[in-house]
């Protein structure tokens, strides 16, 4: 399993992933699922992948090789003229890839190797944008209703989002919201893992403003696990109390 | 979909279910999925269903008229001597339910129909118990380490449940707790839906000692609902800020 969330607040877009891969229980590894491309002062572009490994990985060196030979090359995501663009690019690399592996694999590969991705980035002269591809190729681009997207093991870590969030919040907050949702991702399914990667992208930077990978041993995302257990049940006492002879009367 | 929970506490059990069945978005309607029989001063038994509400339903009937003429019937909840048969009893009749209306079908039936309850219940001069019960007739009692059960849609109002429970709390708390679970569920999925059925079980009562329906207007639900965003968005302000500059140093 996987879990990364793309969020757009006023000040710009944070992502955050995390780095486990399994095939079964008793075989996990860390892979990076965050993959990023920038040239500073025009565009920066950022991946988060979840899926089938294989497929996703052949994904990201696609995207990646044509960086690399930009001249040799169409459709590069550093000269596409718009993130739509490049949500077409990468939303058809996608579905070649999946629809590819599985024709290979005749009726052994139906319904397999699908993966999908969070989109994120900004190009110089546009607003900052964010989408969500699916495995068919398509996609969708979060708005002021729908701000933020997730993809993998979305909902242990969805409550807290929806109450938390607010698109005028700072990089701290956002970046401390991410970290709470994660926190109980990880408390929950053993699928998910430190350690986490985590990119702010700050309006018209066209860079990564922020990057940091959080480790194990990381003393905020300790603090944050340890304290959130704490203010979670002062806020659960902070609650009316449930009283059995007002709730017969109410009956 | 259904979200139901099961949990146990010193002071004996505390069960909550939804009320809402779906066949596709446009088609809900309200089926109570919390069911119970009690013979007081003796035992009382309660279960609750997740899964096919046509399954679930033929099981409940043949508990129902089992302990309607049980001088005529073997297996009846209300002779059964321990809560573990009544566990084996249910799960017996919950399989085979499944299997005949599969086996009816024949391929097209092949993996539908399932459906897993959740048991919970004391017969005189034993412990409280709380069971679930799988598709496939088996079961898992709670313990000491794993303390509650959920059945139907488990992820969103899982966190909370772990970060609150305490063996020890009042029955009140525990009530506030599930009323929370439940919030954060209904919030996130529109296939779970109010009104809520409660039961509370005092140890060695043999009866409920509190039972309600929360209907859409409850007004301690509604106040919970408000509070629990308001308390979430300060327990997520007392949380030690992030600080890109430290964040840095620590990398």
Redesign the interface.
Known sequence: MTYCVGMAIDKGLVLMSDTRTNSGVDNISVFKKMHSWSTPGDRIITVMTAGNLATTQAVISQLEERTKAPEDRQNSLMELPTMFQVAVETGKLLRETITQTQQDNGTRGKGRFTASIILAGQIKGMQPRLFMIYPEGNFIEASFDTPFFQIGET??????I???YDRTMS???A???L??SFD?TL??NLSVGLPLDLM?IERDGFEAT?E??IEQT???FS??SD???E??????H???????Y???K??
């Not at 902070?238 to 059995?244: E, H, K």
Request: glycine fraction near 4%; aromatic fraction near 14%; charged fraction near 25%.
């Open positions: 909902k242990y870590g969805r409550p807290i929806l109450r938390g990089f701290e907050d970046v401390k919201l970290m709470v109980s408390k929950a702010v922020h940091k990978r990381d003393p905020y603090a944050i304290s959130w257990s203010a979670l049940r002062n806020a659960f902070s609650l009316p109390d449930y009283s059995f007002q709730a017969s109410t009956t």
